[in-house]
């Protein structure tokens, strides 16, 4: 098929874009650069270096009868969309609008969107469905939220079909080490821990120590970058075979907590990696896990990736060449 990918230089992106071309299809990333690199571009995808808010080029780009577009630029740091709601409202809901206004002008027929396990907002129980409450607490998780239901109604209109996929959180680097792009300014934790153990950083901060959870410190579900690769190329057979869109959540329906990640990293990198407790950020709810049996159901994904050895041994091996 021909997918374009709209982001594909991005962290996510571009292993999802490894997995595409891995499948024998035929792959167009467009990126503005503003956190994706060049370093994750491969020689046999094509690219084009645009914005998702400059309409025309946008549509340019997604003429010539894409099979299907991958969502996955955005403004992602929760933080910030509370002080900057406007940034958000601008590159995530507008810029989204321009794709699919192209979309339907460029007759592509699916839409694989980057949701966000922030669209539920505090968790009233967990494992988290897809069933669960959607009250988000960040202006980042209400616009994942939002453009959900723009797709929503495209479907409904326009005979669009999409896969709204929410990710938990996303960590780990290609198993095969064909992607080496750091994140700039990463506020995610794995990467923060190998800042630290690869001495771009001092130390890691650890929010809270208090929480009802077994050591303390906050409980979340992890899923591998691999894995969520391949739930794209997933959901894209099911939609495209069953001419239906759906929204799954994607993690590895494990909760690992924050002192449990700095141990394991301690242990596989040999570095001593200081980490200092601070306090609890506001809105961080003490634990949030996962159930993606939806996924395992309908699109036949499970996580294989997703185990914290994995997780930790394939970011090492990006990280410790920054040394
Ligand atoms: N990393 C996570 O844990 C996580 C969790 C849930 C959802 N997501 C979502 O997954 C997607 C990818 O996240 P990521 O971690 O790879 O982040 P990323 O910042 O590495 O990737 C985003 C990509 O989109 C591009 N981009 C942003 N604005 C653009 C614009 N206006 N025009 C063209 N390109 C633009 C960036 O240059 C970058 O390559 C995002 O939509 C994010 O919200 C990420």
Same mark, same amino acid.
């Given at each position: 098929?021909? +997918?374009?990918?709209?982001? &594909?230089?991005?962290?996510?992106?571009?292993?999802?874009?490894?997995?595409?071309?891995?499948?024998?299809?035929?792959?167009?990333?467009?990126? %503005?650069?503003? =956190?994706?690199?060049?370093? %994750?571009?491969?020689?046999? /995808?094509?690219?084009?270096?645009?914005?998702?808010?400059?309409? !025309? &080029?946008?549509?340019?780009?997604?003429?010539?009868?894409?099979?299907?577009?991958?969502?996955? /630029? /955005?403004?992602?740091?929760?933080?910030?969309?509370?002080?900057?709601?406007?940034?958000?409202?601008?590159?995530?809901?507008?810029?989204?609008?321009?794709?699919?206004?192209?979309?339907?002008?460029?007759? +592509?027929?699916?839409?694989?969107?980057?949701?966000?396990?922030?669209?539920?907002?505090?968790?009233?129980?967990?494992?988290? *469905?897809?069933?669960?409450?959607?009250?988000?607490?960040?202006?980042?998780?209400?616009?994942?939220?939002?453009?959900? @239901?723009?797709?929503?109604?495209?479907?409904?209109?326009?005979?669009?079909?999409?896969?709204?996929?929410?990710?938990? %959180?996303?960590?780990?680097?290609?198993?095969? $080490? @064909?992607?080496?792009?750091?994140?700039?300014?990463?506020?995610?934790?794995?990467?923060?821990?190998?800042?630290?153990?690869?001495?771009? @950083?001092?130390?890691?901060?650890?929010?809270?120590?208090?929480?009802?959870?077994?050591?303390?410190?906050?409980?979340? *579900?992890?899923?591998?970058?691999?894995?969520?690769?391949?739930?794209?190329?997933?959901?894209?057979?099911?939609?495209?075979?069953?001419?239906?869109?759906?929204?799954?959540?994607?993690? =590895?329906? !494990?909760?690992?907590?924050?002192?449990?990640?700095?141990?394991? /990293?301690?242990?596989?990198?040999?570095?001593?990696?200081?980490?200092?407790?601070?306090?609890?950020?506001? &809105? *961080?709810? $003490?634990?949030?896990?996962?159930?993606?049996?939806?996924?395992?159901?309908?699109?036949?994904?499970?996580?294989?990736? =997703?185990?914290?050895?994995?997780? +930790?041994? !394939?970011?090492?091996?990006?990280?410790?060449?920054?040394?």
């Amino acid at each position: 098929m021909n +997918i374009l990918i709209i982001g &594909g230089a991005g962290y996510i992106g571009s292993h999802v874009a490894r997995e595409f071309l891995d499948r024998g299809h035929s792959v167009r990333v467009f990126d %503005n650069l503003s =956190s994706g690199l060049r370093l %994750n571009l491969f020689p046999e /995808a094509e690219f084009i270096h645009g914005d998702i808010l400059d309409y !025309t &080029g946008l549509s340019r780009a997604s003429a010539g009868g894409f099979d299907a577009v991958v969502h996955l /630029a /955005a403004f992602k740091a929760v933080g910030e969309s509370m002080i900057k709601p406007e940034k958000y409202s601008v590159n995530n809901i507008n810029g989204t609008i321009n794709i699919l206004n192209a979309a339907v002008e460029g007759g +592509i027929k699916n839409i694989i969107f980057s949701s966000s396990a922030a669209v539920f907002g505090r968790p009233e129980y967990l494992p988290l *469905d897809e069933t669960h409450p959607t009250n988000p607490e960040s202006y980042y998780g209400f616009t994942k939220l939002e453009i959900e @239901r723009f797709l929503g109604w495209y479907d409904k209109l326009l005979g669009i079909r999409f896969a709204a996929l929410r990710y938990f %959180n996303a960590a780990g680097y290609d198993v095969k $080490g @064909r992607i080496k792009g750091l994140e700039s300014n990463p506020t995610n934790l794995i990467p923060v821990i190998m800042e630290a153990a690869s001495g771009m @950083r001092k130390e890691v901060e650890v929010f809270g120590n208090d929480y009802d959870t077994p050591d303390g410190t906050g409980v979340r *579900d992890y899923v591998h970058v691999s894995d969520l690769a391949i739930a794209h190329a997933m959901a894209l057979d099911y939609t495209s075979k069953n001419d239906k869109s759906i929204t799954v959540n994607l993690g =590895s329906e !494990t909760g690992i907590s924050v002192l449990e990640i700095v141990e394991a /990293a301690r242990r596989i990198t040999g570095k001593p990696i200081p980490a200092t407790i601070v306090g609890r950020r506001a &809105g *961080d709810p $003490g634990k949030l896990t996962a159930t993606s049996k939806k996924a395992r159901e309908l699109l036949n994904w499970t996580a294989k990736y =997703s185990d914290l050895d994995t997780l +930790i041994k !394939t970011s090492w091996d990006v990280y410790k060449n920054q040394q």
